[in-house]
């Protein structure tokens, strides 16, 4: 479940925070490929600012949220 995790939030990434492939790249190759530790190596690289990284948590927390169905 974390490799699917994973890939939707490099997907997230890319696609809503428009972070480059060549960036991303380098911070999978200096974390442990968490969920957790991407987004601040990501930061202490530089690659992302603080606004951005508020928004990949506020991401991971609500990814992280089960749906719940009402009926």
């Known amino acids: 479940m974390e490799a699917i995790r994973l890939r939707k939030l490099v997907n997230?990434?890319?696609e809503e925070l428009k972070i480059p492939a060549n960036s991303l790249s380098l911070a999978l190759q200096h974390c442990e490929q968490s969920t957790t530790s991407l987004p601040m190596t990501l930061w202490q690289y530089g690659l992302v600012s603080l606004n951005?990284?508020?928004k990949?948590?506020?991401?991971?927390?609500?990814?992280?949220t089960p749906v719940s169905?009402?009926?």
């Open 69 to 71: 169905l009402h009926y």
């Open 56 to 64: 990949i948590f506020d991401w991971l927390e609500t990814a992280a």
């Open 12 to 14: 997230f990434l890319q």
């Open 52 to 54: 951005q990284l508020e």
